[in-house]
């Protein structure tokens, strides 16, 4: 870190961070050595249904992501406003970065527990894997792509295509569904928890938000000195 | 005029609708002074009446003849104009030896002529006053060619015609009645008094009614035509995927015993015989990177207007080549699979295929959205891409059903009718938002 | 089969994926904190 005090933003931040990713490991520990045993009649591999604790935060935190990503494109595209495009960005980051992490824990367990790790009947499944890649494409265009006016307006288009894509999935998964019924990802999840399990999905839960506004708020101040950084050297290009 | 960078090719581009407004609207005005607003800040685009216009960039693509670039130009905007008339325009500008060459054999100073020569003829060879935007109009030009501007200019004038120009050549903004100057985001206005000339009289050519979109069409088929790249790109790595097929299958134990009247057996027959289609339809069409070329996509976009993106993306999109390719996967697999009766198969083949020029659609659509980047070579757009697998999914679904048990005409969750009409409808609705969503 | 194997990897993914971002985020702050403090004394020069 720089000399300087970093600003209180940033500071905030760091803190929501450190504090997040300390109630994600708790969680990740107490869901594996408190939370109990499942029944191994009910599941074949009783074990992996662990991963619950953090999948299951992950797709919240990546829906939050996703909401944010969405609200900021709709707001580019109304007002181009500033604060429009720096939730539009940090809801890309996020949304790939927890989206990621569901698609690769769904279909681990999904392998473990059913022996099928994909299953295109799902619509859960399919609109994060869906929105993960509008979110990975959204990431690497900001960074190969001049910024500028119509760079904003076609990436935020693309947002917005990613957006419309939910139904469009939703109606195709639906239609697809009726002769593949899905496999659903976690039995039982609404109703009958077992006390427990509920503290520790509560506690990943909590720690997943926080960790999420933390991020988010880093992640808003990266793009915030990205912009500030670019000005000063617009300022210097005119020359001494 | 203005300094570099102070923004005459933005107000150029937005003048004429290319560029979306964050404010006001641009409104233009018939020869009946009916207003029409091209295009405002809250989505509303409008097609503008008949202009002509001439990009920084030239806006011309290297496979074009330059006969044909003129010829089309006027096309676009209503004007009739034969072979030997287009010569005869050449002719003036020193360029009708030059007529039957591709843009891309020309040095830059003469692609420089006939994009000003296309720009400025749709109002010079019609009757009624026209509107014409030249952006740099003089850059690149040898002092014959900027007399010959200059005489356009005046005679354009002469016949009512508004034009608006960006430039930093003194001698082009002394043949301007009015002067804009934007300096620091602001406009100024000063009036110049021209000496008037009097200029020959002129022949002009026949009008009709414009046909932007029919124009668009001709012009992308004439271009395929002379360099059939999108065709060979499309059916290439479509045939390879089909002679992999091949050689995998003939490689492996498929007999009655291990795949026969199993729903695997079927889905993956129909998958393989519906692959290389499905390949043709979402590889990126070559059309795309023509219109790309010297910005030759931004001049269609504002002659065209609103309808330039649907009309694009149907037309860039794989229309001819998955039917043959469906016939020809069934053909040459058909021997390697157990499936049932070839008949039945057959005659259904066709509605599958068909279906896939609805995901070519959606997929052209999408690839028209990530081409509006900058660098969209740089863009991964086959992310945007997956959402097709599941139109493709229900065509399997119905292939396999109509190997299994036939086609019927019913309409019922299960049925090959519905598997196609739900494919379609999703490859519909995919390309309806990819088309809105950019211009909304 | 339990899962144990299973659950052992997809933590490690999912807390490789969160680790990986974070750090990438601290060395932007750092890197894009001394570049200000750059330009804004070179303007000030």
Known sequence: MPDTNPPSSVRIGIGLTALGISGAVVTALMGVYYAPVVDSTAFNAPEAYRILYWHVPFAWSSFLAFCMLFIGAVAWYKDRSDWGWRWFSTGSDLGLLFGLGVITSGPIWGSAEWGVPWDWGDLRLNTFALLTGVALFLVLSRRSQPDGQETRDTLAAVGLFGFALVPITALATTWYQKRHPGIVLVSGEETGLDPAIRTVLMMGFVSFLILFVGLAILSNEVIRMEDRLEQSKSELDGGP | ?440 | MTGTSEMIVAYTILSFILAYYVNHLRSRIVDLSLQLEIFSSDSEE
């Open chain 2, 1 to 440: 005029m203005g300094e570099n960078g102070s923004g005459k090719t933005t107000l150029i581009e937005s003048l004429v609708g290319i560029i979306p407004l964050t404010k006001g609207q641009v409104e233009w005005f018939s020869e009946k002074d009916e207003p029409l607003i091209i295009r405002n800040h809250s989505g509303t685009r409008k097609k503008p009446h008949p202009f002509g216009l001439t990009l920084q960039s030239d806006g011309v693509c290297g496979e074009e003849k330059v006969t044909e670039r003129l010829i089309t130009a006027l096309n676009v905007s209503g004007i009739d104009c034969s072979q030997l008339e287009a010569k005869q325009i050449l002719e003036e500008w020193g360029m009708s030896h030059r007529g039957e060459d591709r843009v891309s054999q020309l040095s830059a100073g003469l692609r420089r002529r006939l994009a000003v020569i296309s720009g400025m003829a749709p109002a010079m060879m019609c009757e009624a006053p026209r509107l014409v935007f030249l952006d740099e109009p003089s850059e690149g030009l040898d002092s014959f060619s900027k007399g010959v501007l200059k005489k356009w200019i005046g005679e354009l004038s002469q016949y009512g015609n508004a034009i608006v120009m960006a430039s930093h050549d003194e001698e082009i903004i002394a043949c301007s009645s009015r002067i804009l100057t934007i300096e620091s985001g602001e406009i100024s206005e000063s009036k110049n008094n021209i000496e008037e000339e009097l200029y020959m009289e002129r022949q002009f050519l026949s009008e009709r009614e414009t046909k932007t979109i029919s124009s668009l069409f001709t012009w992308s088929y004439s271009i395929e035509r002379r360099n059939p790249v999108d065709t060979i790109g499309k059916a290439t790595p479509a045939i390879l995927a089909l002679l992999l097929s091949y050689s995998v299958l003939t490689g492996m134990d498929t007999s009655q015993a291990t795949l026969s009247n199993t729903n695997i057996g079927n889905h993956l027959t129909a998958a393989l015989i519906l692959t290389p289609a499905f390949i043709s339809a979402v590889i990126s069409p070559a059309m795309i990177r023509r219109l790309s070329e010297e910005e030759c996509g931004k001049w269609w976009s504002a002659v065209c207007g609103p309808q330039f993106r649907p009309a694009t993306s149907i037309i860039a999109s794989s229309m001819l080549l998955p039917l043959p390719l469906t016939y020809l996967s069934w053909f040459v697999l058909e021997g390697s699979l157990p499936v049932g009766s070839s008949e039945e198969i057959l005659r259904w083949l066709w509605l599958p295929s068909l279906v896939i020029i609805d995901i070519s659609c959606a997929a052209t659509a999408l690839h028209l959205l990530v081409s509006d980047l900058r660098r969209s070579g740089a863009a991964a757009s086959s992310l945007l891409l997956i959402v097709l697998i599941w139109p493709f999914m229900e065509l399997v679904d119905a292939l396999s059903v109509i190997m299994e048990v036939g086609m019927s005409s019913e309409i019922s969750i299960g049925s090959p009718l519905a598997s196609i009409i739900i494919a379609s409808i999703i490859s519909a609705m995919v390309w309806a938002v990819a088309v809105i969503i950019p211009d909304a």
